[in-house]
């Protein structure tokens, strides 16, 4: 099974990105515990990212069309991007919507998502570790 993990702007800098709220990881670290995560799994795993709101939106159609299930941190895109949420509602396999801070924890404007009634599970708060239980839990599930 293929599985795509999708992050949306800003999170090109994680690392360097507000180390307090994000945690020490690179981009490029996330992604090896994608990749090492779904190796151990069976499921090949794709990791993207993108500052562009009209590309994750491209990536969403092509997951739809592929029937492959996502891992979706759309950053702030989550709070107020209908284009994202329209491309996330055309995907037939399940999709976790993903935070690696506790967006409840933070400001007003994080609380609110135009993703999680859509998704089939939603984590936020556990850091980049919650990408690799995203990919354990569709190794589990999807078929
Ligand atoms: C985020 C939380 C969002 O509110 C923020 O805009 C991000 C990252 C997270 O992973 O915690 O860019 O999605």
């Known amino acids: 099974m293929k599985a795509y993990v ?8 994680l690392g360097k990105r507000e180390p307090g709220v994000y945690g020490s990881a690179t981009h490029a670290d996330l992604a090896q515990l994608c990749v ?8 090949e795993v794709e990791v993207r990212q993108t500052d562009h709101e ?3 939106v491209g990536w969403l159609h092509e ?7 996502v891992v979706l941190n759309a950053g702030a ?4 991007s209908i284009a994202v949420r329209d491309a996330a509602a055309q995907l037939t396999a399940p999709f976790i919507e993903l935070h690696i801070s506790n967006v409840h924890q933070r400001e007003e404007f994080r609380h609110h998502s135009v993703l999680s009634d859509l998704a089939t599970g939603v984590i936020a708060g556990l850091g980049v570790d919650g990408y690799a239980l ?10």
């Open 6 to 13: 999708f992050n949306g702007p800003n999170l090109g800098r």
């Open 36 to 43: 090492r995560t779904g190796a151990e799994l069976g499921v």
């Open 54 to 56: 009209g590309e994750l």
């Open 63 to 69: 997951a739809a069309d592929a029937g492959a299930p």
């Open 77 to 80: 895109w989550t709070h107020y």
């Open 134 to 143: 995203a990919l354990r839990w569709i190794a589990a599930h999807v078929s």
